[in-house]
């Protein structure tokens, strides 16, 4: 029932035969999510990757967080999302990052008040890269998802439906419209 997805990993599937599979199913490739170890390890796959699914969105889609310790850590991280989304933008392919919770971590806390979260610094300190957000996570995260989205006007062309409910006392996702998120109100905001 769905005319559009995005590939969240190939498996053993070459980039052009899933398109192939993909297109004789109806379904059309919009984006796709490649870890940052593939950006890392090489970049001219990643695009050639893209352009075989006819692609021109592709996100980082998760990080070890526990690799980034410091608020230099960081911005070395920042850093260097923003130059593939500058080297991918010469490709026509946007590089985009889906968050999780742990992006909503805030550094530079003085006596219990300020600081900012990882992802306000990340957006600050870029310009090129856009968010591809996972709503269910920014309110995972404590965060009010119409905010962000917002707040990242401009730079949201995709983003992640997910829901959150409590089940045995315990947050669990659900099935959208089933949890606690306000959809009328982030559809809205995202529009």
Partial sequence: GYDFAQVSGFGHIEPQELKKLMDGCGVSP????????????????????????GIEYVAIPWLRAEEYKTLADWKGLFREFEGYAKRFAKEGIVVQYHNHAF????????????????LDMMYDSTSMLQAELDFGWVARGGYNPVTWAKKMKGRLDQVHLKD???????PEFRAIGEGGLEWPEIIKACK
């Fill in 164 to 170: 959150w409910g409590i089940v045995g006392g315990n």
């Fill in 103 to 118: 992006e909503f971590e805030k550094f530079g806390i003085k006596k219990g008040r300020g600081g900012k979260t990882i």
């Fill in 30 to 53: 919009i984006g796709a999510h490649m870890g940052l170890q593939a950006f890392r390890d090489n970049e001219a796959k990643v695009v050639a990757d893209c352009h075989a699914l």
